[in-house]
Every structure is written in structure tokens, then in C-alpha cells.
């Protein structure tokens, strides 16, 4: 049985706790948060759990294996390093670092004393990422063409991250876990109207073979809609994650072009066949996530959503908000060394404007999640 302390019991917090009191493989021995009510609420649901006002006292404890650490992501690195060189395994709440930097060099002290991170990209264990994950893999949807995706309600403003920072990782971690390929470049636009920080962007990645994926955040928003289109060669997609049921949709869609001689002589034929959906499992993504962290321990395994996946998802969003600084700038993606064409661990980071690749270690962005100063400093998602 793998135990666990929580840092973090605001919005997110509960969700980890109870699930991780449920499962059989774990159990949490106590939680952590500034906020004397969130403390307040941890004893009166769980009486058998020790809470603390001071992280410290949790990571300094002999009888705690993990530490989950579900605050704000401007506290995750210290947290995090202080966990792993206490000699605890780390769960993280996405996005993993504030910095590529960051989490370089937690991914290598935990290489280092042999410790599993995992990063907290819960869409990973829905029952519709895995069905769209099989569906690539078994090719119903042939060559890939495109991931679409909007993202949009009304709030929750943030404090300490603009909106990509706060909904892009999603969707970001979703397209590192299908598309197979290092994007080569990232363009952004976006606009902040009321706190400070971006309300709304507009995220568009380029990959190899003329795979392009756009994303669209917004808290400024008057419905809520997460939806996704995904198009292949042979069969279109479409992934409505409000919806009960039928979540997934297939479509039978498609263009063939063939050509003759003469630029102008293109054939387009169009294709419409039937739509169905498919079975989509029904699990609780976070129950599933947090059990196969706990079995990754137990059996010295390597979680797929680790800290790589983590630094990933943090390239990708500092390249989009050096993009969105310069106004839509394209930003590039570009291997760093490897010959390995899926070795997304060594990427350095360039802005085309005429100036050369600069190097990862060297790229200093202009935006940056910050601390500041909360009355509580309660946990969030």
C-alpha cells in the first residue's frame, strides 16, 4: 500500500483526497493547507486523517511514501524538489512547472534517487481519450489531418495564470498523448480585458506530415463547450465531452481528389456515410490515474503521463506565450541533438524573426505564472 500525503484542499484537493481514501492500494495519512477552514473540512470528512497547517511537516514525515501536491502551479517546483529530496514519489497537479527549467530539474533528481513522478493530466484516463487513442491506433480514422478543439465557459478567472496556463494543458497533454510526432512550431494569439492576464487566446501547433491542432480558450465565454473535431483521411470525429452518453460521434465523412492533366482539371468527390457512436467507457478518470500511480510505484514503473510528459506540455505552453507576447509570432519547436524523431525531452525554442534557433537553456519568455499574495492562499485547480 502506497501512503500519501496532500498538499492542497481547495478546489482540486477533495477530489484527490477521496479518491485515494477509496482505493484499496493507497491511503492518505494526512493533509495539508494554509487555509484554516479547508483544515476544518478535512476533520469533519475524515476524522482518521492528520491535517497540518505546514507542508513541511508532511514532506519531513517518515511514514508517508508520496506526496500529491495540488496548489497553485508557481508552488509546484519547491514543493515538488523538497518531496523528492525527502525521498518521496510526487504527484503533481497540471501544469507541472512554471518552467521548462523547473522541470528539467525535478525530472532529473528524481532519476536521480530512483522516484516516480506523475503529472495530473487526468483527460488521459477518460473513457473517450482511450477510445480516440484506439481508434488512431487501429486506423478508423486513417492518416490524421487535424485536432480541433474548444474550451470555453464563463470564468473561472485566475490570479497567478492567464488562460492558457489555466485550460490549454488539457488539450496539450491530449495531443502529446495522440499525435505521435514533435510539433515543430506554435503560433498564439490572444487578449486580456479585464485582470491583467489573458482572457482569450487562440493556440495553433504545427506537426510533421501537415498534422495541425488549434485550440480555443476563453473565460469570456456565455455557454460552456468542450468540444473536439478530429479529422482523418477515412473518418471524421467529433467529441462533445458534456454530453451524458453519446460522447463520441463518427462520421463517415470524407473528400477524394484525384487530378488530370492541367492544373485546373482537379475531380473532388465528396463522401457521406452513416454516423455512429461508439461504446465509450465509463470510469472516474482521476480513480484511474491515481490507482495506476500507485501501481507504477509498487512495480517500479514508468507512468506515461511522468514528468517528460509534464515538460512537454511546458514547452508547449511557454513557445505559446512567447508567441501570444509577440503578437502571433510563429514560434518554433525544433530537436535539440537526438536523431529520434518522438525524443520531445530535447527541444529548444526559436522565434522566426530572422534570428537564430536559441537554445532552451537560454529562452527567457516574457510571461511567467507569479506568486502573489492571497488571504487563504487556498489551493486551486
Not at 27 to 42: P, T
Not at 80 to 93: C, M, P
Not at 141 to 150: A, E, H, M, R, V
Not at 194 to 204: P, R, S, V
Request: aromatic letters at 8%.
Amino acid at each position: 500500500m502506497v501512503r500519501f500525503g496532500v498538499i492542497g484542499y481547495g478546489y482540486w484537493g477533495p477530489n484527490i483526497v477521496r479518491n485515494l481514501d477509496q482505493l484499496e492500494e493507497t491511503q492518505v495519512l494526512a493533509v495539508c493547507d494554509k487555509s484554516a477552514a479547508s483544515r476544518r473540512k478535512v476533520q469533519k470528512a475524515y476524522p482518521h486523517i492528520r491535517v497540518s497547517g505546514d507542508p513541511a511537516e508532511l514532506i519531513a514525515a517518515k511514514d508517508i511514501d508520496a506526496i500529491a501536491v495540488i496548489t497553485p502551479v508557481w508552488t509546484h517546483y519547491e514543493l515538488a524538489k523538497a518531496a523528492l529530496e525527502s525521498g518521496k514519489h510526487v504527484f503533481v497537479e497540471k501544469p507541472f512547472t512554471s518552467t521548462v527549467a523547473q522541470a528539467e530539474e525535478l525530472i532529473e533528481l528524481a532519476d536521480r534517487k530512483n522516484l516516480k513522478i506523475m503529472v495530473d493530466h487526468t483527460f488521459l484516463f477518460t473513457g473517450a481519450v482511450r477510445k480516440i487513442k484506439q481508434l488512431l491506433q487501429d486506423g478508423t480514422l486513417g492518416k490524421l489531418y487535424y485536432y480541433d478543439s474548444t474550451r470555453v465557459n464563463l470564468g473561472l478567472f485566475q490570479h497567478d495564470v492567464n488562460v492558457i496556463w489555466d485550460l490549454a494543458p488539457h488539450d496539450l497533454s491530449i495531443i502529446d498523448h495522440l499525435i505521435q510526432d514533435t510539433p515543430e512550431a506554435i503560433v498564439a494569439t490572444g487578449q486580456s480585458h479585464l485582470n491583467g492576464f489573458e482572457d482569450i487566446a487562440f493556440i495553433t501547433i504545427y506537426f510533421p506530415d501537415k498534422v495541425i491542432a488549434h485550440i480555443n480558450v476563453n473565460w469570456l465565454s456565455p455557454v460552456k463547450v468542450r468540444t473536439t473535431l478530429i479529422g482523418g483521411e477515412k473518418k471524421m470525429l467529433v467529441w462533445n465531452d458534456l454530453e451524458a452518453d453519446e460522447k463520441i460521434k463518427i462520421y463517415d465523412k470524407g473528400v477524394h481528389i484525384t487530378s488530370r492533366e492541367g492544373l485546373y482539371n482537379l475531380l473532388v468527390s465528396y463522401r457521406s456515410g452513416d454516423m455512429w457512436a461508439p461504446q465509450v467507457e465509463q470510469i472516474e478518470a482521476l480513480r484511474a490515474e491515481l490507482s495506476y500511480f500507485a501501481n507504477c510505484i509498487t512495480k517500479d514503473e514508468t507512468p506515461f503521463n511522468d514528468g517528460q510528459s509534464g515538460l512537454r506540455v511546458v514547452r508547449m505552453l511557454e513557445a505559446a506565450n512567447e508567441s501570444l507576447r509577440r503578437r502571433g509570432s510563429l514560434v518554433y519547436l525544433s530537436p535539440g541533438g537526438g536523431p529520434e524523431s518522438h525524443d520531445h525531452s530535447k527541444l529548444s525554442i526559436a522565434v522566426a524573426n530572422g534570428s537564430v534557433i536559441t537554445p532552451s537553456g537560454e529562452y527567457v519568455p516574457q510571461y511567467r505564472p507569479v506568486a502573489v499574495a492571497s488571504p487563504a492562499a487556498s489551493p486551486k485547480e
